[in-house]
Structures are given as C-alpha cells and as structure tokens.
C-alpha cells in the first residue's frame, strides 16, 4: 500500500488541508491517508491551541465518510513533543511492507531542513508539497531541487491552491474556509470566542 501522512495542528482543520488531501490522495494514487493531529504540550502555546479532544474530533468530522482516510491519535497518545521522525519510525512499525509518502504544505517544506534530525527525516521517506499561495509554484520547485541535491526524495504536486490558514480561521471563526460539519462543532462547543450555540430540536 502506498500511504500518506498528513501532520499538523490542525487547529482547527479547515478545507486547505481537506484540498490538500484530495489532491495527493488522486496525483499520488495513494491507498490510504493517515491524518495525524499533534500533541501540543501544555506549556506552549496554551492559550491558543485547543485540547487535543477538540482537534481530533474536528478532523474526525472534516473526514466523515471518506474512507480512505484514517485519524490517528498516535502523537496525542505519545504526548511530549510530536517529532516527525518519531512518528515515522512509530509507523514503519505498524506498516513494515507499505511505502510511507509524508505530504506537507509548502511553509512546512520550505522549514524541512530545521525539522528534529532532519538529515534521517529527509532518507528515511518520499516527501510530497503542494502550494498555499498562487504564485510560489518556482519557489517550490527550487526547494525540491535543493533537497534532492542533498539525497532527498521530494516532490512537487502541482495543484490550485486554496487559501486559508488556520490562524485566519481563528480570527474570523465565520470564515467560509470551515468544512460545515467542523463550523456546527465550533459553534456548539462556543469554540475560538463563538458564543455557544445549543442545537433546538423543534419536533420534541
Ligand atoms: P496555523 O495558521 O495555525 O499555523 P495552518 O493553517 O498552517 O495553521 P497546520 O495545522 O499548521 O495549519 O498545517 C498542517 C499542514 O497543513 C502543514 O503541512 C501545512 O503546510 C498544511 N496546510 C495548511 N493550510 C494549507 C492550505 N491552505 N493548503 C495546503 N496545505 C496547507
């Protein structure tokens, strides 16, 4: 099997990342995708980044349905801080014969090489970016090639991009680049600053 990792925060999800998804799920062919919600330690960024319960219950919704793809709670479970090559190493535990393809948006291609034990992260899989802005496509292209030259394997997946941060999102929790299901949960759990909404059921 051919399987996509797609770290993040995900704080919350919102349909860049979905984009994302669709995108290498068809250009890579892959079997399956496993979506991996970050443990944040308390201390950083507490204020900000709402329990992991939340977060992975938003990307449970976001993805309802599609059963190509798989929520994990591996980093969560691991707690401290959530190192890729960690979880690389987690799963080619769990998928010894499948080929492991991370897949990443281009602000976290562009930072690769800073990443924890970056020099094993970069042999160890193929990597897959994609745009999240118009005009960056030859900037993406120079880093692939950057990374190439130093014995990595990445690619390019050249696609749309489709705007929106989770930051915005946060900041304007009205935003239309919320996936519906994951705008009701916000709005019923009074999430980023929303007032709480409790759902009426007229008929009881
Ligand atoms: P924040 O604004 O809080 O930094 P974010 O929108 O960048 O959040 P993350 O959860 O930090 O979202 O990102 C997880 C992964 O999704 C990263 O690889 C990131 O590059 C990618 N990503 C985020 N938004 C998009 C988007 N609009 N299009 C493509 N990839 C995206």
């Given amino acids: 099997m051919k399987i996509g990792i ?9 349909k860049g990342h979905l984009a994302l998804i669709n995108r290498m799920i068809e250009r ?23 329990p992991a ?3 992975v219950a ?16 591996l980093e969560i479970e691991r707690g401290g ?27 976290m291609f562009y930072t ?3 990443w924890h034990c970056a020099g094993e992260l970069l042999r160890m ?26 014995g990595a394997r990445t690619e390019v997946v050249v696609a749309e991009p489709v705007v929106v941060s989770s930051t915005e999102i946060r900041e304007h929790p009205e935003h239309e680049g919320l996936p519906e299901a994951v705008e009701q949960y916000i709005e ?10 409790i759902p009426v059921d007229l008929d009881e």
């Fill in 6 to 14: 797609f770290g993040g925060t995900f704080n919350p999800i919102h």
């Fill in 28 to 50: 890579l062919a892959l079997d399956r995708l496993i979506l991996m919600p970050a443990a944040v330690p308390p201390h950083k960024d507490a204020g900000e980044v709402l």
């Fill in 53 to 55: 319960a939340d977060r």
């Fill in 58 to 73: 938003m990307c449970r919704l976001a993805v309802a349905g599609d059963a190509r793809v798989l929520v994990s709670t």
């Fill in 81 to 107: 801080k959530s190192y890729t090559v960690d979880t690389l190493h987690d799963l080619k535990g769990v998928y010894p014969d499948d080929e492991l393809i991370l897949l990443v948006g281009s602000d």
């Fill in 112 to 114: 690769l090489t800073e």
């Fill in 125 to 150: 899989v193929r990597i897959a970016a994609i745009a999240r802005e118009s005009d960056e496509l030859s900037h993406l292209f120079e880093q692939r090639d950057r990374l190439n030259a130093m």
């Fill in 188 to 197: 019923q759990n009074g999430l980023y600053g929303r007032p709480r909404r």
